[in-house]
């Protein structure tokens, strides 16, 4: 390339950039987008896809930066595509908003249970114990958390824990099957230990 032909296609860059800050507007929001982002809040939350619903999600974020809703409905989106590590973040975000947002540490404890392959370690545990303390309605919550003490075989704690949570449920409550299955899964993983009912 020439100095001469340098000289003009710098020339041409500089008038460009000249006529744009001119006649653009470049501290403004795009307007599609803006048009697009209206069009979506407009639209039934039914009819939209993941990526839309997303978007919209993302504007209610912006518009409530304060509130946790919108961050934890993220989270439940982003995990309902497996995207877990993302939506352990969102969930985070949503309790950076609010500590007590029961929805979110239960969504939280889920997600790292997941992330734990399936299993309620102690992260997980405290998340659905404080849950559960916060919302006495949150029974599986309540019913999780005591796992771990159970996994390191100590019966009793886990069993009066159960017994507080368990005293007023029917006896085909479902949460009492899923709480069985997370014990049997603990005794099959040491075959020379006995619980102690």
């Given at each position: 390339?020439?100095?001469?032909?340098f000289?003009?296609?710098?020339?041409?860059?500089?008038?460009?950039?000249?006529?744009?800050?001119?006649?653009?507007s470049?501290?403004?929001?795009?307007?599609?987008?803006?048009?697009?982002?209206?069009?979506?809040?407009?639209?039934?939350?039914?009819?939209l896809?993941?990526?839309?619903?997303?978007?919209r999600?993302?504007?209610?974020?912006?518009?409530?930066?304060?509130?946790p809703?919108?961050?934890?409905?993220?989270?439940?989106?982003?995990?309902?595509?497996?995207?877990?590590d993302?939506?352990?973040?969102?969930?985070?975000?949503?309790?950076?908003?609010?500590?007590?947002?029961?929805?979110?540490?239960?969504?939280?404890?889920?997600?790292?249970?997941?992330?734990?392959?399936?299993?309620?370690?102690?992260?997980?545990?405290?998340?659905?114990?404080?849950?559960?303390?916060?919302?006495?309605?949150?029974?599986?919550?309540?019913l999780?958390?005591?796992?771990?003490?159970y996994?390191?075989?100590?019966?009793?704690?886990?069993?009066?824990?159960?017994?507080?949570?368990?005293?007023?449920?029917?006896?085909?409550?479902?949460?009492?099957?899923?709480?069985?299955?997370f014990?049997?899964?603990?005794?099959?993983?040491?075959?020379?230990?006995?619980?102690?009912?």
């Amino acid at each position: 390339m020439t100095r001469q032909t340098f000289i003009f296609l710098a020339g041409g860059v500089l008038a460009a950039i000249g006529l744009y800050l001119l006649k653009g507007s470049p501290l403004l929001a795009e307007q599609p987008y803006a048009h697009r982002e209206a069009e979506l809040a407009s639209r039934d939350a039914a009819e939209l896809s993941p990526p839309e619903m997303l978007a919209r999600l993302q504007l209610a974020a912006r518009e409530q930066p304060d509130a946790p809703e919108p961050q934890y409905f993220i989270g439940v989106l982003l995990r309902s595509q497996g995207q877990t590590d993302d939506a352990l973040r969102a969930f985070q975000s949503a309790l950076r908003r609010d500590p007590n947002h029961v929805d979110s540490l239960v969504a939280l404890a889920d997600s790292v249970m997941l992330r734990d392959g399936g299993r309620v370690t102690a992260p997980s545990a405290k998340l659905y114990n404080r849950a559960w303390r916060l919302d006495g309605t949150q029974i599986r919550a309540g019913l999780l958390s005591a796992l771990p003490a159970y996994e390191a075989g100590d019966f009793e704690a886990a069993e009066a824990h159960w017994a507080k949570i368990t005293a007023e449920l029917d006896p085909g409550d479902p949460r009492l099957g899923m709480l069985e299955a997370f014990k049997a899964n603990i005794d099959e993983a040491r075959p020379d230990e006995t619980p102690q009912d």
